[in-house]
């Protein structure tokens, strides 16, 4: 019975993630005449829930909770969260009940993110804006999920995120910053190549854990381009997404993506990466977050 249980997860999570997923080169004159190759990866076109790096950080944390006969898991997050989102459906997929810590009050209207996590089934609860989960909260029948998946399980399955042929052909893998836990991940798939991390957070304090997490890997964080904090937005970035969809029909979020590659762009600008870089940055989902922008904003 057990193992079975185990088989099905498994196979429901290698379903998702054994797929080829296309890599696109962004086409424009300016970056080929400063001799720069951008690559994108598109981790997007996995699934239209868990997308991006979503289920890959949830992947071994499933597998583990099944393994020790756990039915119940929990995680938490902000109201806005994708990987709240993610649990949710993954659980409910999976057959596990879930359980969602959400930061704040319970707002009196709730965000696209936590009524889709409530229609997938997740037991909303939410905590105020204390700093950390209480022990009170954890139930010793329920499986803990650290938030944004940030352990040594996540950044395992972060590091699947890159596939091992790409690994060793770029000079730069780059990527948005929540939590840390993919960039961690990507460090450790390429621990020879430049990786760096763009937060979208302001004042975010990573390096520390992450290196607790991971040893002192070679990695940059580039702490210019979170355009006033999390989901904060200005008019230069939806133009720059309008633009960015114009020349590559590459759709981007404004939390996460947006933000990633209009950092690259500047920073291509600015002549930060040598000529003859090959830039490879992961596009990691998140596209349902612009359901919070007011339609036309966006030309996609
Ligand atoms: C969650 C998320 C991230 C951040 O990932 P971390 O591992 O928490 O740093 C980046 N991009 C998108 C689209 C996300 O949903």
Known sequence: MVSNKCDIVKKWVDDRLNVTVPVQTVPYSVYERAGITWDILRTDLIHPVCSGNKLFKLKYYLLDATQKNYTKIQTEGGPWSNHIVATAFAAKEIGLTAMGIIHGDEPTEKSRALQDAENYGMELHYKGWGLSTTNSDHFADTFQIPQGGFGHLGVKGAKEIIPQKLSKEYSHIICAVGTGTMLAGMSMAAPNTNVIGIPVLKNTNITLP???????????????????????????????????????????????????????????????????????????????????????????
């Open 210 to 300: 992450i290196q607790q997490l991971i040893g002192t890997l070679p990695l940059r964080l580039i702490h210019d381009y979170h355009f006033g904090g999390y989901a904060k937005k200005t008019n230069e970035l939806l133009n720059f997404m309008n633009q960015f969809y114009s020349i590559s029909k590459i759709p981007l979020d404004f939390v996460y993506t947006g933000k990633l590659m209009f950092a690259i762009h500047d920073l291509i600008q600015n002549k930060y990466f040598p000529e003859g870089s090959k830039i490879l940055a992961i596009h990691s989902g998140g596209l349902q977050g612009n359901r919070s922008l007011t339609k036309g904003e966006l030309i996609f």
